[in-house]
C-alpha cells in the first residue's frame, strides 16, 4: 500500500508541474467554470488542497484514484459552472465551513480552531450536536445536488504518539462518513481517508496552530452522471 501511494503521489506531482507551465493570464484571471476549459486534464491540485503540501505516511491510497482528472472543453465549463453554484450554496448554508474551488472540485475544511462547523473535543471522535448541526447543513446541499462523490479526509495536530493520532484520525473521519450516510446520502457516495499528524497545513508548535490542524476535509468531485451528462450537453 505505501508503494501504491508513492506512485500516486508522483503522478499528482507531476500533474501539479503541467498546471504551473499551462498557467497563463488567461488561466489566472479566468473564473472557476472557465478554468475547466483551459486547463483540461492537467489538474490534480485538488489533492493539495485536501493534504496540504507535505507528502508522507498515511490514509488509504485511494485518493488519486477518486479525484481523477480535469474535464476539458465545453464539458470542462458546463460542470465548472455546476459546482460554482454548489459552492455558493454551501457558503451561504455552511457556518464555520472555508470553501474553496479548486480543478473540478469542491473542497470544505472544517479547523477546530474556526469556533464552529465541525470539530472534536481532545482525543475523542463522536460527532456532537454542534457538529451535528453544521453537517446536516451539508447534507441538505448534498440532497440537492446529488450527482457528486463525496470524500472525507481527516487529521490531527502533532500531540500524542503518531501511531494514536493515524488512528484518531481515521475515527474521526469514519465518525463524520456515517454520520453523512446515516442521513439520507447513500454510501455509494462516499469515500473515507486520513492521514494522522503527517499532513500539517499549521504550525504545530503553537496551540493556534494545532488547533487548525485538527481538521476535517470534505472533498465533493464531479460523479460518472454528472460528466457524461455534461459531454451530452456539450455535443
Request: with cysteine.
Amino acid at each position: 500500500m505505501k508503494t501504491r501511494t508513492n506512485n500516486i503521489f508522483t503522478v499528482v506531482l507531476a500533474a501539479l508541474v503541467m498546471v504551473a507551465f499551462t498557467s497563463c493570464s488567461a488561466v489566472k484571471n479566468a473564473n472557476n467554470k472557465q478554468k475547466g476549459g483551459v486547463i483540461g486534464a492537467a489538474g490534480g491540485a485538488v489533492l493539495g488542497a485536501i493534504i496540504g503540501n507535505n507528502v508522507g505516511k498515511g490514509g488509504n491510497g485511494e485518493l488519486g484514484a477518486v479525484i481523477g482528472g480535469v474535464v476539458g472543453g465545453a464539458a470542462g465549463v458546463i460542470i465548472g459552472n455546476k459546482m460554482d453554484k454548489q459552492a455558493k450554496k454551501i457558503e451561504e448554508e455552511v457556518p464555520g465551513a472555508e470553501v474553496k474551488r479548486v480543478d473540478d472540485a469542491i473542497v470544505v475544511t472544517f479547523e477546530d480552531g474556526s469556533g464552529s462547523g465541525v470539530h472534536f473535543a481532545t482525543n475523542k471522535y463522536n460527532v456532537d450536536a454542534d457538529s451535528q448541526q453544521t453537517l446536516n447543513k451539508l447534507i441538505a446541499v448534498f440532497k440537492e445536488y446529488p450527482d457528486t462523490d463525496i470524500m472525507v479526509v481527516g487529521h490531527t495536530d502533532s500531540s500524542g504518539d503518531d501511531a494514536y493520532n493515524m488512528t484518531l484520525s481515521k475515527n474521526r473521519a469514519n465518525a463524520v462518513t456515517n454520520y453523512i450516510t446515516s442521513n439520507g446520502i447513500s454510501a455509494g457516495r462516499l469515500t473515507t481517508n486520513w492521514f494522522g499528524e503527517t499532513k500539517p497545513l499549521h504550525d504545530n508548535g503553537t496551540a493556534a496552530g494545532r488547533a487548525k490542524n485538527r481538521r476535517v476535509n470534505v472533498a465533493i468531485v464531479p460523479n460518472e452522471k454528472m460528466i457524461n451528462d455534461a459531454k451530452q450537453e456539450a455535443q
